[in-house]
């Protein structure tokens, strides 16, 4: 895998340089020192992915991610002196297609190696990603459940990556508090600013959100955002748990590992949702749901800042509807308003 380097720190990028290649499968496509740099080498060599520093003079990374996202497009890992107090602007950059974030390792904690292994752990992930390294083996389907579906609001669980958080943000904007139904999201984030994720979209609906916890039942009104490097994954009929199998899928959680136990396991309706992001992960789990019999949506290609697990889901017959970002909140409630009302008879 070619890597790009982009940070306006010596010292930093010395440090990205040499984590970079203590993996020999990995190689270094250019270094820049900025945004407006970094734009300039997109555009004549695109990389296999960018490592982007996000607070760089002339153009930050956020504008420089935007800038690569639209005219050379490739995968962009933020790497930020800390991602946690730079939540803000990551995700930002994960908004204009960044696909996750991690801390820039630093030489004076420690050892190098040590210290860069979240890095190079994200590496690994973002290969599989990008279709450069096999999965060793498909995941192992959820047993069915017992028993008739129940009568009861739609679940609706939904599915994101890069882009994802602005996505998340317009689509929770616009549900009404009154929203009937539980809201269930996986979004790829790193679980150490999870928290920060469910934070920042809470102030953007009227909505309750928090990071799920094992044992959680999904309940109306609420959304619960997947918070673990584990696959969220339902564990009965109602509740949700953490589980480390598959190992080998490409991201912690995954929306296919996700979206696949809920087909097997929820006894009532469901509402499945993949939006913005690069990848494949989630096509095949909302394949599942809509084999399943229930309802399933993807975010069209105009409004996508990455169309590539939306496009993966067209590509399955997975979607039964494709819809504009704007469009899915309003389909969304009534489809749940519809579900909730109660049954009238004709005497």
Same mark, same amino acid.
């Given at each position: =895998?070619?890597?790009?380097?982009?940070?306006?720190?010596?010292?930093?990028?010395?440090?990205?340089?040499?984590?970079?290649?203590?993996?020999?499968?990995?190689?270094?496509?250019?270094?820049?020192h900025?945004?407006?740099?970094?734009?300039?080498?997109?555009?004549?060599?695109?990389?296999?992915?960018?490592?982007?520093?996000?607070? =760089?003079?002339?153009?930050?990374?956020?504008?420089?991610? #935007?800038?690569? =996202?639209?005219?050379?497009?490739?995968?962009?890992?933020?790497?930020?002196?800390?991602?946690?107090?730079?939540?803000?602007?990551?995700?930002?950059?994960?908004?204009?297609?960044?696909l996750?974030?991690?801390?820039?390792?630093?030489?004076?904690?420690?050892?190098?190696?040590?210290?860069?292994?979240?890095?190079?752990?994200?590496?690994?992930?973002?290969?599989?990603?990008?279709?450069?390294k096999?999965?060793?083996k498909?995941?192992?389907?959820?047993?069915?459940?017992?028993?008739?579906?129940?009568?009861?609001?739609?679940?609706?669980?939904?599915?994101?990556?890069?882009?994802?958080p602005?996505?998340?943000?317009?689509?929770?904007?616009?549900?009404?508090p009154?929203?009937?139904?539980?809201?269930?999201?996986?979004?790829?984030?790193?679980e150490?600013?999870?928290?920060?994720?469910?934070?920042?979209?809470?102030?953007?609906?009227?909505?309750?959100?928090?990071?799920?916890?094992?044992?959680?039942?999904?309940?109306?009104?609420?959304?619960?955002?997947?918070?673990?490097?584990?696959?969220?994954?339902?564990?009965?009929? !109602?509740?949700?748990?953490?589980?480390?199998?598959?190992?080998?899928?490409?991201?912690?959680?995954?929306v296919?590992?996700?979206?696949?136990?809920?087909?097997? !396991?929820? !006894?009532?309706?469901v509402?499945?949702?993949?939006?913005?992001?690069?990848?494949?992960?989630?096509?095949?789990?909302?394949? #599942?749901?809509?084999?399943?019999?229930?309802?399933?949506i993807?975010?069209n290609?105009e409004?996508?800042?990455?169309?590539? =697990?939306?496009?993966?889901?067209?590509?399955?017959?997975?979607?039964?509807?494709?819809l504009?970002?704007?469009?899915?909140?309003?389909a969304?409630?009534k489809?749940?308003?519809?579900?909730?009302?109660?049954?009238?008879?004709?005497?």
């Amino acid at each position: =895998m070619r890597i790009a380097i982009v940070n306006d720190v010596p010292i930093a990028a010395e440090a990205l340089r040499r984590a970079v290649l203590s993996r020999g499968e990995y190689e270094i496509a250019w270094v820049a020192h900025d945004g407006v740099e970094a734009v300039a080498e997109c555009l004549t060599d695109t990389p296999d992915l960018i490592l982007m520093d996000l607070i =760089m003079p002339r153009m930050n990374g956020v504008q420089a991610t #935007r800038e690569i =996202m639209t005219r050379c497009p490739c995968a962009i890992l933020v790497v930020t002196c800390s991602v946690n107090e730079n939540a803000r602007m990551v995700f930002e950059a994960m908004g204009v297609g960044a696909l996750d974030a991690v801390d820039t390792p630093s030489p004076g904690e420690g050892n190098l190696e040590k210290v860069s292994e979240p890095l190079l752990q994200k590496l690994d992930s973002m290969q599989g990603l990008l279709g450069l390294k096999e999965r060793r083996k498909p995941c192992a389907p959820p047993e069915p459940p017992s028993g008739k579906r129940e009568t009861q609001p739609p679940l609706v669980v939904i599915g994101a990556s890069a882009g994802g958080p602005s996505a998340l943000a317009e689509v929770l904007g616009k549900l009404p508090p009154q929203f009937p139904s539980p809201i269930v999201i996986v979004q790829h984030v790193d679980e150490q600013f999870a928290a920060s994720l469910a934070s920042w979209l809470k102030g953007q609906t009227a909505l309750k959100v928090r990071v799920a916890v094992e044992g959680d039942v999904p309940t109306p009104g609420e959304v619960l955002l997947a918070g673990r490097s584990e696959h969220l994954v339902l564990t009965g009929s !109602r509740r949700l748990g953490y589980c480390c199998e598959p190992k080998d899928a490409f991201y912690l959680p995954s929306v296919d590992v996700f979206f696949e136990s809920v087909a097997c !396991r929820w !006894r009532g309706p469901v509402i499945g949702v993949i939006l913005t992001g690069m990848g494949r992960d989630g096509a095949k789990g909302l394949k #599942r749901l809509r084999n399943a019999g229930f309802h399933t949506i993807a975010q069209n290609r105009e409004t996508c800042a990455v169309y590539g =697990m939306p496009k993966a889901a067209f590509e399955e017959g997975a979607a039964i509807e494709v819809l504009p970002l704007s469009d899915i909140s309003a389909a969304l409630c009534k489809r749940c308003s519809a579900a909730s009302k109660p049954a009238t008879h004709s005497l």
